[in-house]
């Protein structure tokens, strides 16, 4: 917990805001491509009770209670300034599973979900995914699917078109506001059974 750095985040923020009038920035608090790392005290004593099992890409420590809590005082502190701002992550690699019961962030939270467990998936690994999914919903921020999936494959023909059309009907179904997806590869003849169904 540093406040310093919240106010240094807001303060960049609203210094782009005052450089462009007019303009519309949002605030990027995604990692770059990285785990959730510290493991002083004050960063652990913000996360939530440890799983006893994890697939080790989400692991081996779960980060998502302290990531939400501070994307949430971001997002509050941004719109005190303008109720119309909008705060970007992604729950991603060890803060991708949901957070603890109880958290709660605002509809101007936009989470990018990336679930990265690739295909074909155990069914304890499709229901596993479908679950983080609503953990997050249950958060109240807007989500949108950001996965990983179409640098799946490559030229082996790994067909995931069910397993894949249940998770996305589910995400639709269950708040997904948008979509972004990693990478278009392009091996039509392998994987165009995937794309199509994109």
Known sequence: YDPGFHERVIANWLEAREANPGSVFNINVCENDIQGLCECDVCTSWDGPQPESINPRFGPRVVSDRYAKFWGIICDKAMAVDPNAIVMAYAYVNYAPAPSEGIELPPNML????????????????????????????????????????????????????????????????????????????????????????
């Open 111 to 198: 989470i990018g979900s990336v679930p990265d467990i690739f295909f074909p998936r155990t069914e304890a690994e499709q229901q596993w995914t479908l679950e983080q999914w609503d953990g997050w919903a249950k958060t109240g921020a807007t989500l949108f699917l950001r996965p990983n999936y179409t640098l799946h494959g490559y030229v082996m023909p790994h067909i995931q078109v069910h397993q894949f059309a249940e998770e996305f009907q589910h995400e639709a179904e269950n708040g997904m506001r948008a979509t972004d997806f990693d990478s278009l590869n392009g091996q039509w003849s392998t994987q165009g059974t995937n794309l199509y169904a994109l």
